[in-house]
T-cell receptor, first 115, second 115 residues
Framework: NAGVTQTPKFQVLKTGQSMTLQCAQD?????MYWYRQDPGMGLRLIYY???????DKGEVPNGYNVSRLNKREFSLRLESAAPSQTSVYFC??????????????FGSGTRLTVV | AQTVTQSQPEMSVQEAETVTLSCTYD???????LFWYKQPPSRQMILVIR????KQQNATENRFSVNFQKAAKSFSLKISDSQLGDTAMYFC????????????WGLGTSLAVNP
């Protein structure tokens, strides 16, 4: 099925460990996003990539890095995990028709626990 | 800066009844888009409905409709004939027109549909 695929779905890390969350979309969208979702805080943008070859910081980029590997793939890396990074992470992609947004398509999320 | 406010953190409704979720936003822009997303317990984010600010007609998708009041900057979601499967978090989101504008999210309303 067409959509956004995130891996893994669940992960437990020890403080200081590193990991990469993978995201791929097969809808030929130009823009991709990484969000984190915490109780009572809604969705907060970590990083985004407006198009292949570009990445920009969102609201909460500290402690994260991203790579837009190609048009399909956008990965999120935690270099040294901290308990404050315990969250649910979502990848999303979107497309524009000229100036008109179609809306975001989301992956199913990764529940990350840092102990 | 644009903001989106959902003033009802939690709501409940009886199956088959109608419920309205509120959303207000703040912007100085004239051209923009508004969205409602649903997040069921599976945590998958799903686009429910989309409204273009330049359209006076309220958007409708089956049992879901919106009441868009541009002057009041209000964008409420009405769910008719509520079903158990409508139990979810509902997020209101705003996006300026123009290329590469990002979504601004509300904090969500948790809706419980009771049998």
């Amino acid at each position: 099925n067409a959509g956004v695929t995130q891996t893994p779905k669940f992960q437990v890390l020890k403080t200081g460990q590193s990991m990469t969350l993978q995201c791929a979309q097969d809808m030929n969208h130009n823009s991709m996003y990484w969000y984190r979702q915490d109780p009572g805080m809604g969705l907060r943008l970590i990083y985004y990539s407006a198009s292949e070859g570009t990445t920009d910081k969102g609201e909460v980029p500290n402690g994260y890095n991203v790579s837009r590997l190609n048009k399909r793939e956008f990965s999120l890396r935690l270099e040294s995990a901290a308990p404050s990074q315990t969250s649910v992470y979502f990848c999303a992609s979107s497309e524009w028709w000229g100036f008109f947004p179609y809306g975001y398509t989301f992956g199913s999320g990764t529940r990350l626990t840092v102990v | 800066a644009q903001t989106v406010t959902q003033s009802q953190p939690e709501m409940s409704v009886q199956e088959a009844e109608t419920v309205t979720l509120s959303c207000t936003y703040d912007t100085s822009e004239n051209n923009y888009y508004l969205f409602w997303y649903k997040q069921p317990p599976s945590r998958q984010m799903i686009l429910v409905i989309r409204q273009e600010a330049y359209k006076q007609q309220n958007a409708t998708e089956n049992r879901f409709s919106v009441n868009f009041q541009k002057a009041a900057k209000s964008f409420s979601l009405k769910i008719s004939d509520s079903q158990l499967g409508d139990t979810a978090m509902y997020f209101c989101a705003f996006q300026e027109a123009g290329n590469n504008r990002k979504l601004i999210w509300g904090l969500g309303t948790s809706l419980a549909v009771n049998p």
